[in-house]
């Protein structure tokens, strides 16, 4: 069941970074809001695990802003969120500890159930494979013994304690399998230890703190664009593997191929008609449209950042022929 975090969602500023280390919050924002954000976190004995990484999920300053826009979250420094670590009850610390062993017990639980359920599983095919091994051979035995009866008639009593010997020679062998695939006692497991990725218990939730929001990031002059086309709809992800800003998908990345390549760009700014040609090439080059966009006034022409937004125009070139 999916569950929806407390609104505004806390981002931690790390280092002049800013992450999510809440896999309620990640999914929430990814469902609601078209924020994707990158996943940048791995194990110190395994960095190369570079397509399965996890949290935290670092935002671009971009998309941090515009949450904060919007009221959905709000930016918390983290260095003085964990001061109340050091404040900490000794009853709270203990009471903590307890929660995490106690969800280390039912996650060695779910662990223990999914491996008898396996085994199981693998015991009830070799009894089934080993059942038609048995009767592929007392078949084969039935027709020895018949044949052996036919060709030796001359002594029929020797013949006959052939076969009983082997009838109850495949008796004991059936009998033999049936010990052998016998279900034994799994032997106790440790429990599994719980590795949280928030602070929050035993820490008070940020959004109920005061005094720990920092201001709005700050966003390169290209924040207008993405404003716009977030406000449209747009998925955007960093773009420096296709040599532009951003990468504008019109849906989740998961399901949908990118559509453009975005650029940005203020509206008296000068610009190389070579730019434009290498940039429609590009996104050509890549199945991609070559976006170029961004706010109609200049800075000192509107009152606020939100007027900017509402001023922004784009314009999609695709080179024609290839």
Not at 57 to 75: F, H, N, S, T, W
Not at 103 to 116: F, H, S, V
């Amino acid at each position: 069941m999916e569950s929806t975090p407390t609104l505004p969602i806390p981002i931690s500023y790390v280092s002049g970074r800013y992450l999510l280390f809440s896999i309620d919050a990640v999914t929430y924002l990814r469902r609601e809001h078209n924020i994707c954000g990158v996943l940048i976190g791995t194990l110190p004995q395994i960095p190369q695990q570079n397509v399965f990484l996890g949290l935290p999920l670092e935002l671009m300053p971009e998309e941090a802003r515009v949450l904060v826009d919007k009221g959905v979250a709000c930016i918390v420094d983290e260095a003085k969120a964990h001061d109340g670590m050091r404040s900490l009850l000794e009853e709270d610390r203990r009471q903590y500890l307890r929660d995490l062993e106690s969800q280390g017990q039912l996650a060695t639980r779910i662990l223990a159930d999914r491996k008898d359920q396996l085994r199981e599983q693998s015991l009830k095919e070799i009894d089934e494979k080993k059942a038609k091994g048995l009767a592929a051979k007392a078949a084969k035995a039935a027709q020895a013994a018949a044949d052996a009866q036919i060709a030796a008639s001359s002594a029929p009593a020797s013949t006959e304690k052939d076969e009983s010997s082997s009838i109850f020679a495949a008796e004991d062998e059936m009998s033999s399998l049936s010990r052998t695939t016998g279900t034994s006692t799994p032997a106790p497991q440790q429990t599994m230890g719980i590795t949280p990725t928030t602070s929050y218990p035993p820490l008070p939730h940020p959004v109920s703190s005061s005094g720990q929001y920092l201001p709005k990031p700050k966003v390169p002059l290209s924040y207008p664009l993405f404003a716009h086309l977030h406000s449209r709809g747009y998925f955007l992800s960093p773009g420096l593997r296709f040599g532009c800003q951003y990468v504008a998908y019109p849906g989740d990345p998961l399901r949908f191929h990118s559509h453009f390549v975005v650029v940005s760009a203020e509206w008296d700014q000068e610009m190389d008609l070579m730019d434009i040609v290498n940039g429609g090439r590009l996104g050509t080059g890549v199945k991609k449209g070559f976006l170029l966009g961004g706010p109609q006034k200049r800075r000192d022409e509107v009152e606020s950042e939100a007027d900017r937004i509402e001023t922004v125009r784009t314009f999609s070139i695709e080179w024609a022929g290839m």
